[in-house]
């Protein structure tokens, strides 16, 4: 492999999926609705666990 050689396919892939992924830290670190938003699922998992696990508190049986 010669290490002069141009830019090649796999070096836009790469510099694109870094552009993408700064685009997006970026844009997450400056938008406080973007980062609920992608937030949202883990809270509301977590609220469905402690729910799950009160209903078994509730039922007399102990939470895994």
């Not at 290490?3 to 406080?32: C, E, K, N, R």
């Not at 973007?34 to 809270?43: D, Q, W």
């Amino acid at each position: 492999m010669n290490m002069h050689q141009s830019v090649g396919t796999m070096d836009i892939v790469v510099f694109l999926a870094l552009a993408l992924a700064l685009g997006f830290f970026i844009a997450w670190s400056l938008s406080p609705a973007l980062r609920a938003s992608i937030e949202r699922p883990k809270h509301r998992f977590q609220e469905n666990l402690r729910s799950y696990d009160e209903g078994l508190l509730r039922r007399g049986k102990e939470p895994r």
